[in-house]
Nanobody
């Protein structure tokens, strides 16, 4: 099993930046892909970004491309999401997730991820 714990959420204003972190523990050697999802009130879980743990290849949703940057620190088993130019529509609970396998076609599919953090709230006011 892998345990994921997010941190760094909090209330911000439009245009601000925020950095989320996710600490992984347990059988971290089984992680192939790690990523971030978010869920806004009344909406489905939305893919934000993912990174291949071994080679740092990254993937982004169009809605955050150019504003958000995903990164990982293998030595410390941490995942980060740098969020710049935040907008009110970025308001959501943000989740860190990880999976043991990789298939590009399903990298945006929440159900394909094996491990999830508890989530951290990011309210963005206008």
């Amino acid at each position: 099993q892998v345990q994921l714990v997010e941190s760094g959420g909090g209330s911000v204003q439009a245009g601000d930046s925020l950095r989320l972190s996710c600490a992984a523990s347990g059988r971290t050697y089984t992680i192939f892909v790690a990523g971030w999802f978010r869920q806004a009130p009344g909406k489905d879980t939305e893919f934000i970004s993912a990174i291949i743990w071994s080679n740092s290849s990254t993937y982004y949703a169009d809605s955050v491309k150019g504003r958000f940057t995903i990164s990982r620190d293998n030595a410390n088993n941490t995942l980060a999401l740098q969020m710049n130019s935040l907008k009110p529509e970025d308001t959501a609970v943000y989740y860190c997730a990880a999976r043991r396998s990789f298939r590009k076609a399903t990298i945006i599919v929440p159900l394909r991820y094996d491990y999830w953090g508890q989530g951290t709230q990011v309210p963005v006011s206008s």
